[in-house]
Nanobody, 123 residues
């Protein structure tokens, strides 16, 4: 089983991208889905997460209002809509799945990871 992230690419500052993460051929039974990102030379950091029912959702403070996480369980897919992109959003974005998460903002809560998709934001 592997998560497949897609939707990354090049965007201009102020633009938008929508990332998708799919788990093809498998019942989407993970309690939490999350997005993390890793910029060059930096630690992987939490971006957003969403529970199986669609709530609650969690965001890093500086993304609140710009990024929106959602999921479609019928399609086994989770999304990250990113608006008002900034150059500092440039990173590889990873999706992840957690069966159980006492804290859905921690990397250690997640059992399964996708391969990452690169987002580059130009100024």
């Amino acid at each position: 089983v592997q998560l497949q992230a897609s939707g990354g690419g090049l965007a201009q500052a102020g633009g938008s991208l929508r990332l998708s993460c799919a788990a093809p051929g498998r019942t989407f039974s993970y309690n939490y889905m999350g997005w993390f990102r890793q910029a060059p030379g930096m630690e992987r950091e939490f971006v957003a997460s969403i529970a199986w029912r669609g709530s609650p959702t969690y965001y890093r403070d500086f993304e609140r209002g710009r990024f929106t996480i959602s999921r479609n369980n019928a399609k086994n897919t989770v999304y990250l809509q990113m608006n008002s992109l900034k150059p500092e959003d440039t990173a590889v974005y990873f999706c992840a799945a957690a069966r159980f998460a006492s804290d859905a903002t921690l990397k250690s809560s997640y059992d399964l990871w996708g391969q990452g998709t690169l987002v580059t934001v130009s100024s």
